[in-house]
Every structure is written in C-alpha cells, then in structure tokens.
C-alpha cells in the first residue's frame, strides 16, 4: 500500500517552545517576601500565610469555613488575550488538602480569566495518606447547577512533590503541562464563562490562587508565577488517512501546497512557507490524504516533505 507520508520541519512546533514571547515575574518566591509584597492583593482571615525557603504556605486546614487567597488583574502590557494566546506559569506543591464538604469543591484552586472574561478555574485535590491526588476544571453553565460542578480531570497528583505547571491559553481551549513536559499536557478542555457568578468572575484579566470555598481546606507552598504573552503550541504528529488513490497534484491542490502549473511537478510547499524541500511527479500515483490531527495542512509557515513509501 502506497501512502503519502508528511515530515513537519518547523522548529517551533517541534519544540513547543515561546517565540519571540515575553515573560512577567508574577511573584518569586526566591525573595522570601508574601505575594502581598509583589504586587498581589491578599485576604487571609483566620488563615496562616508563613514564607520560607523560598515559597509562601498559605494554609486554611484549621476550618473548612476558612477562604483565603491571593488575587490581581494582570498587567496592561499581558493581557489575558485567548486570541494571541497567553501562558499562566506556577510553581505550587498541595501538603495537604480536604474536601469532605463537596465533591465539586477543592481546597486550592487557580482561577484564570481572560479580557473577555473567559477562561478556566481548575480544582487542586491530594490524599497524602493515599498518596493520589487530581486536577480538574470548574464548569460553567447558566444555572447552578451545572456552574461550579467538576469538569474534565487528571489524575496527576499535585501533591506529590513542588510542581513547575504552565497553563496555556488560545482561542477556545486551555492545556495544562506539568515539569515542561510539552509533549502531552496533562489536562485539556475548552474556556468556561463564570461571569454570570458576579464578581470576582466578572473581573476582565482576573487572577486567583488559594482557597474560594467553606467546603474543603488545604495548605499550599507558592513558589513562583508568571505570566508569558503567548500559548505553548503542542507537537505535531502527522496522521495518515486512506482515500482512493489520487495524483500528487490532486492531493497537493486539496492540501493547499503550491503547484508549478508549467510541468509536471508538484512543489511541497505550503502557502506561506519560504521554501519548497521536494518535487514529486505529479503523474505518479498516491494512496493518502495529506493531513495533521485530522485537519488539512493549511497553517501558515509550515514546511512539510512529502515521499512515497511501500509497505
């Protein structure tokens, strides 16, 4: 069987890494200060926030009534924009955490809203005698219930050691990675809309770490956050999909790669790419649908090679 078999070179997709982004320090635990001190608006009641070896605790266990956290709006030049694409950054390690009072409450939990205020609240959970933990995300929804009632899931155990996350933003959907892992983030879904809530989930470039609920309690070291102007785009794994058996133009003029009308050539190219990498004959028959994740390869800058191979 003959296929058409598609070899994506552009570094950034491969990498997963910012280009060409900016990155705000948000709070750095290394200066031993509270996020009070860097920028932060704070509240916590009958709480305790101590600060050491780098990281501020802020601990709620002594009542499920207890709410306290750490809140601000981002800054005018990073903007929570989903349509760019943005990336909240946090350093974080749940000692412990109870949520006896509701299973779609957590005792810490991160809330990012973006400038149209949409965006994700996400849900931290450990049994430190089980040793498991997991991280899920709030839904929305017009009444209450389905608002606020536990969304998609992760099994990854916050709890487990002092954890660098990465939130990413862009378009109508988030993916949440653990340890710069950008191979497969550990927790995907789509934007929620909490502004029907009122505030704070009405606020445009809201922030929030801590706890937002008397039905659990947790205690929660915060080591670093920041803030970067730009999504972390995943690795692309090319997908083949038998069709009936078409010319090189053919699939060439579905994929939208450039086609050189005076011969017989079909340029690997894609539109907007600087250049082509090769020439197959276009009277040569293929078995295959050029594509990406089920999409047609229409972004724009990518480069792909496109060889026949038996198998």
């Known amino acids: 069987m003959t296929w058409i078999s598609v070899t994506v070179s552009l570094a950034l997709l ?19 200060t509270s ?19 780098g990281a501020t605790t802020l601990n709620t266990t002594a009542n499920n009534a207890l709410q306290a956290g750490y809140a601000r709006t981002a800054p005018s030049a990073f903007t929570l924009d989903r349509t760019r694409g943005y990336t909240l950054g946090f350093n974080i390690r749940l000692l412990s955490e109870t949520h006896n009072g509701s299973n779609d409450r957590a005792g810490f939990s991160v809330t990012a809203l973006g400038n149209d205020k949409k965006g994700v609240e996400l849900g931290f959970w450990t049994d430190t005698l089980k040793k498991t933990g997991s ?11 389905p608002r606020f009632t ?28 653990a340890n710069r892992n ?50 972390i785009a995943l690795p692309v794994t090319p997908r083949l999909v038998p069709v009936a058996a ?11 790669i450039e086609v050189n009308p005076p011969s017989i050539v079909v340029q690997t190219k894609i539109k907007g790419a ?37 198998r």
């Open 135 to 145: 991280i899920w995300a709030q839904n929305d929804g017009a009444t209450k219930p």
């Open 274 to 310: 600087t250049e082509p990498v090769k020439e197959i004959p276009e009277s040569a028959p293929y078995l295959g649908l050029i594509g990406i994740g089920g999409l047609l390869l229409t972004r724009r800058g990518l480069t792909v090679e496109c060889a026949k191979t038996n």
């Open 182 to 231: 950008y191979q497969t983030p550990i927790l995907t879904g789509i934007l929620r809309d909490y502004s029907l809530e009122g505030l704070p989930y009405s606020t445009p470039n809201f922030l929030f770490f801590g706890d937002n609920t008397t039905s659990a309690r947790a205690s929660t070291s915060i080591a670093r956050i920041d803030l970067t102007d730009a999504a």
């Open 246 to 256: 078409r010319s090189a133009k053919s699939l060439a003029e579905d994929a939208e």
């Open 14 to 32: 491969m990498s997963a890494t910012h280009s060409n982004a900016a990155t705000l320090t948000l709070y750095d635990g290394s200066k031993n």
């Open 35 to 53: 996020l009070s001190n860097q920028g932060w608006m704070s509240s916590v009641p009958g709480a305790s926030q101590t600060v050491s070896a």
């Open 150 to 177: 536990r969304g998609e899931t992760t099994a990854f155990n916050p709890g487990k050691a002092l954890t660098r996350y990465e939130l990413s933003v862009l378009g109508n959907s988030y993916n949440l990675f």
